[in-house]
């Protein structure tokens, strides 16, 4: 078990200590440069499989380390490092903000000669920057500078250390997440700060923290020697400077302060001890969720025996035990009433309770609020039009909120009722205080908090877990937005891999957590699209997944896997799989008449360009509208308008193209207008996106 130290994750712990307390007949070896005391740990694994444990340390690494505390500015720092063939270098940043920013800034710096970036160009061919913040990514890279955060996307990601591990980058600015985890060669490690937000308060690096970031410099075959630089405060540098300008000139000068927010002042000291400081003694953070409880309860054996075993032998104190086994009885009268696990008569392997058979095989609950959703999807109608978006709502729901993106919603948000409040003459004061009560949109938020009130009131385990209603992968249905659109919308292109993990967590609850009895068919093609749209954007983490819930897939010497000729490219095929396709040509044609419901022809012609662009202008289609709009009030765009039986498709003879009517849903429900438009099958294969082209916008008929 490598980087043993996550046992105190405080969210991932307790996937490091159940082998620990579920193997007896395993032989472990627990590797990592921060272990701290190891006592209680050899104790426990020879009380665990009755085998002496051996104890293996040593403070000597294959490549020592020096240390150096830099007192000038960070380019003038990088620029000094990259001279004396320190690079490649590793600027640690404790925020995705600051590392994105110093990569633009270090492009000032000379990082690389024109043939290293001849080889970068050569080693990028081929590599598609598809996002909106690809462009700068590539830039960046072209200039021998890396970027690595949980905001990039991952393909972007694997790039920057493929890169890296090639030895063509000089520079990466990276959070501390890269130090803790990657495995990227690198030569001197650069702290930006010693200090860190945790969460709930700012700090002074743990010495657990500093020393796995600092080991990651010195490459072992490569170097004699790795270095680990740390910067002092920024305004301390700049007090400095400013003091022996004003000894200069005769001057007074007024002191830059250090940062309201966020900061805790360091110095030389504070480098020099956190260097000789040990790791702290690592603690248990086992507890129980409704996840683990359906795992241990699915074994064809007494499972619930199983669950007793798992705390009574947890590494927690006697105290917090009492506590688990309180909380494990709350969570499995929940399942048990629910209907998710059944009570039996116990089996030949001593099996009393079972998973319900009805629920899918791969059927999970991950999120501490999955049991919520589950109790209120019988309280919902699956046959109201506004169905499929409620139960979208609800998964949102008990995700976590991914900050960044609501604080941009309610951004947005502020600035249209700004506008709409000087219109109506409010003056500043009243303005504020209406700001105040604003939020980032909650849809059915009466619904959600009043059924989430009633279920915690049955439900006393759920403590401090709170509901969090939102809608982003809604938004994007409702109002046809495309992964790209969305993060030009709310500037999101230093968060696009944020963006994207959210999008995954809602597409695998829908996957997994909402039964296949709850699921109607505007669901299962929410489901369907989402899959495509993951994939079109970055497959990598859908695949790893599938990875994962696949026991029969297997590395291969030759590779990840052998697969037969020709089926890279048929895995590749957008149109392969009709109902995917079908459902992301369905969202371009509604992309497109939501501009048109917004009175925009030509934004409708760029979303869908014409097949005749001399016949189909922005003005001939703004006729056509208008004739529209005589006879009838508006476009619909609700769930009614987006019903597939609105949709025909017929295909071409030659199986080469497809012709689609969509139907254009009236408040009047005359429904005897359509749009009409072709779809290149070949051209979207090629291009791994619905290729569609504006036939004509005309009634029924004509």
Not at 79 to 93: I, S
Not at 410 to 435: N, P, T, W, Y
């Amino acid at each position: 078990m490598d980087e043993f130290h996550y046992y105190a994750d405080p969210e991932r712990g307790v996937a490091w200590q159940v082998p620990l307390l579920t193997l007896p007949h395993t032989r472990f070896l627990l590797m990592s440069a921060t272990l701290g005391d190891t006592s209680f740990f050899a104790e426990a694994l020879t009380r665990l499989n009755g085998r002496e444990t051996a104890v293996v340390s040593s403070r000597d690494r294959p490549v020592p380390l020096e240390f150096s505390y830099a007192e000038t500015p960070l380019p003038q720092t990088l620029e000094e490092l990259l001279a004396a063939g320190k690079g490649p270098v590793y600027v640690v940043h404790f925020t995705q903000a600051d590392a994105t920013e110093n990569a633009q800034n270090f492009t000032s710096v000379n990082v690389c000669s024109r043939a290293e970036k001849e080889a970068i160009g050569h080693a990028l061919e081929g590599f598609r920057f598809s996002s909106p913040f690809g462009p700068d990514l590539r830039k960046w890279l072209k200039h021998g500078i890396g970027l690595h955060h949980a905001g990039l996307l991952p393909k972007y990601r694997v790039l920057v250390e493929q890169l890296a591990q090639r030895g063509l980058l000089k520079v990466i600015c990276g959070t501390d997440t890269l130090g803790v985890g990657i495995n990227v060669p690198i030569r001197t490690v650069l702290f930006t700060r010693l200090c860190k937000f945790s969460g709930d308060r700012t700090g002074i690096l743990s010495a657990r923290d500093f020393h796995q970031i600092a080991g990651r410099a010195g490459r072992k075959g490569f170097d004699d020697v790795g270095w680990v630089v740390a910067q002092a405060p920024e305004h301390w540098i700049e007090n400095q400077q400013l003091e022996r300008k004003a000894a200069a000139s005769g001057k007074k000068f007024v002191k830059r302060k250090p940062p309201e927010r966020n900061f805790v002042n360091w110095d030389r000291n504070t480098f020099e001890r956190l260097i000789v400081a040990p790791p702290e003694r690592l603690s248990s953070r086992f507890q129980l969720s409704h996840g683990l409880l359906v795992n241990v309860l699915r074994r064809p054996t007494d499972g619930c025996a199983a669950l007793r075993e798992l705390v009574r032998d947890s590494h927690e104190t006697p105290r917090a035990k009492t506590a688990h086994f309180r909380r494990g009885w709350q969570l499995f009268r929940g399942l048990r009433d629910l209907g998710i696990v059944e009570i039996v008569p116990p089996t030949l392997e001593g099996a009393k309770v079972r998973v319900n058979a009805a629920l899918q095989e791969d059927f999970s609950m991950n999120h501490a609020l999955s049991l919520y959703l589950h109790d209120t999807l019988p309280l919902m109608d699956p046959e109201a039009p506004d169905y499929a978006l409620v139960v979208l709502t609800l998964v949102e729901s008990i995700l976590e909120d991914p900050d960044l993106i609501l604080r941009r919603q309610l951004d947005r948000v502020k600035r249209q009722a700004i506008a709409e409040m000087k219109a109506e003459g409010l003056d500043f004061h009243q303005r504020l205080e209406e700001l105040e009560k604003l939020e980032y949109p909650k849809p059915n938020r009466e619904f959600v908090y009043s059924t989430f009130n009633a279920f915690a009131a049955q439900h006393p385990w759920v403590g401090n877990d709170n509901i969090r209603p939102k809608s982003i992968a809604r938004e994007m249905f409702e109002d046809f937005r495309s992964f790209a659109d969305y993060v030009k919308i709310y500037e999101l292109q230093r968060a696009e891999g944020l963006l994207l993990r959210h999008l995954s967590s809602v597409y695998k609850t829908l996957r997994q957590t909402v039964p296949e009895a709850a699921k109607n068919e505007s669901l299962r093609e929410m489901e369907v699209y989402l899959s495509t749209m993951l994939r079109q954007v970055d497959s990598s983490l859908l695949e790893e997944w599938e990875k994962m819930r696949d026991p029969n897939w297997r590395p291969t010497a030759a590779g990840p896997e052998v697969r037969p000729p020709g089926a890279e490219e048929a895995a590749a095929d957008i149109t392969r799989d009709v109902a995917a396709f079908t459902a992301l040509v369905r969202t371009r044609i509604f992309e497109a008449l939501r501009a048109l419901a917004d009175g925009d022809p030509a934004r409708m012609l760029e979303i869908l360009p014409a097949a005749e662009p001399a016949e189909w202008t922005a003005a001939r289609l703004g006729v056509a509208l208008e004739a529209y709009e005589a006879t009838h009030t508006r476009i619909r765009l609700d769930p009614e308008a987006r019903n597939r039986r609105h949709t025909y498709v017929t295909v071409s003879e030659d199986r080469r193209r497809w012709r689609v009517e969509q139907i254009l849903v009236d408040a009047e429900e005359a429904n005897d207008w359509a749009l009409t438009a072709e779809v290149d099958l070949a051209a979207s294969r090629e291009r791994g996106e619905p290729v569609l082209q504006f036939v004509r916008l005309a009634e029924v008929g004509q």
